[in-house]
């Protein structure tokens, strides 16, 4: 009794200290996004009174936020959806082995999601290919890193369906496509959001991309937006903080309306 009650506090300590290492710098950002720079110059560590959403408006503005959001939702949706795609598309018949060497091309997959992604060698792709500094080729880019997780996740979830299913359908004449929307799609759809999210945030938060991809300001993404305005607004602290909270928000939002959809796809997955 002793014992379990101990491990318990120590769970609880533990849980305790993760909270407040990743929630006190979010707090913190959002605290002084609603200071003015005087506020935040007499007393950085004092919530604001009272609070201020003027530097949100200045943000936007100089920041030039609103076509960048536009760009990054476009990227984002585009390369999450592909991703997602094929993903389902590629883990069907590795699941049901119904390819040659679905182990080893399985075992890619996880190799795969460990390694970085390859900027250098992608940048030299995109410059032959006629990629570089566009929007489809941007999109086209950034759809191989949410690959290997969406192959595991969906993969063993499509393992997890029996295959009496396939044979049903199958006999029935229903073709391949239409099994793996009208069937497999729906039953996968927790696994799928969790595809679909992690490739979008891969897309919404990536600096280096834009960097190395696009040349154009009028095809830059937000994450490319706040690293220029970072540049020329290095003191101003309160005008970062409410740039970072408008980028972060559309994310933030999306990952709140789909909490039941990764609730669902983590208790599936045990």
């Given at each position: 009794?002793?014992?379990?009650?101990?491990?318990?506090?120590r769970?609880?300590?533990?849980?305790?200290?993760?909270?407040?290492?990743?929630?006190?710098?979010?707090?913190?950002?959002?605290m002084?996004?609603?200071?003015?720079?005087?506020?935040?110059?007499?007393?950085?560590?004092?919530?604001?009174?009272?609070?201020?959403?003027?530097?949100?408006?200045?943000?936007?503005q100089q920041?030039?936020?609103?076509?960048?959001?536009?760009?990054t939702?476009?990227?984002?949706?585009a390369a999450?959806?592909?991703?997602?795609?094929?993903?389902?598309?590629i883990?069907?018949?590795?699941?049901?082995?119904?390819?040659?060497?679905?182990?080893?091309l399985?075992?890619?997959?996880?190799?795969?999601?460990?390694?970085?992604?390859?900027?250098i060698?992608?940048f030299?792709?995109?410059?032959?290919?006629?990629?570089?500094?566009?929007?489809?080729g941007?999109?086209?880019?950034?759809?191989?890193?949410g690959?290997?997780l969406?192959v595991?996740?969906?993969?063993?979830?499509?393992?997890?369906?029996?295959q009496?299913?396939?044979?049903?359908?199958?006999?029935?004449g229903?073709?391949y496509?239409?099994?793996?929307?009208?069937?497999?799609?729906?039953?996968?759809?927790?696994?799928?959001?969790?595809?679909f999210?992690?490739s979008?945030?891969?897309?919404?938060?990536d600096?280096?991309?834009?960097?190395?991809?696009?040349?154009?300001?009028?095809?830059?993404?937000?994450?490319?937006?706040?690293?220029?305005?970072?540049s020329?607004?290095?003191?101003?602290?309160?005008?970062?903080?409410?740039?970072?909270?408008?980028?972060?928000?559309?994310?933030?939002?999306?990952?709140?309306?789909?909490q039941?959809?990764?609730?669902?796809?983590?208790?599936?997955?045990?």
């Amino acid at each position: 009794m002793q014992f379990s009650n101990a491990l318990r506090m120590r769970r609880l300590a533990t849980g305790i200290l993760i909270a407040l290492v990743f929630l006190v710098p979010i707090v913190y950002v959002i605290m002084i996004s609603f200071e003015s720079p005087a506020q935040f110059g007499a007393h950085p560590l004092q919530p604001p009174v009272p609070p201020s959403l003027g530097n949100f408006g200045s943000a936007w503005q100089q920041g030039d936020l609103g076509p960048e959001i536009v760009n990054t939702a476009i990227y984002a949706v585009a390369a999450a959806g592909i991703s997602t795609g094929l993903s389902l598309l590629i883990a069907f018949p590795v699941a049901r082995r119904l390819v040659r060497w679905s182990s080893s091309l399985y075992l890619w997959f996880v190799v795969g999601l460990a390694l970085p992604v390859s900027y250098i060698p992608l940048f030299i792709e995109a410059r032959d290919l006629g990629l570089y500094n566009n929007r489809i080729g941007y999109i086209l880019l950034h759809v191989e890193p949410g690959l290997p997780l969406g192959v595991l996740l969906l993969t063993a979830f499509v393992s997890s369906i029996p295959q009496e299913l396939d044979e049903a359908a199958w006999l029935d004449g229903v073709s391949y496509p239409r099994y793996i929307l009208s069937f497999v799609a729906p039953l996968a759809w927790p696994s799928i959001v969790i595809t679909f999210l992690y490739s979008l945030l891969f897309v919404w938060n990536d600096i280096i991309g834009p960097v190395v991809f696009l040349a154009s300001p009028s095809l830059f993404p937000v994450a490319r937006g706040v690293y220029s305005f970072y540049s020329s607004n290095e003191s101003a602290y309160t005008l970062l903080a409410a740039a970072v909270m408008i980028v972060s928000a559309p994310v933030a939002l999306l990952f709140v309306v789909s909490q039941k959809q990764l609730l669902r796809a983590t208790m599936g997955l045990r």
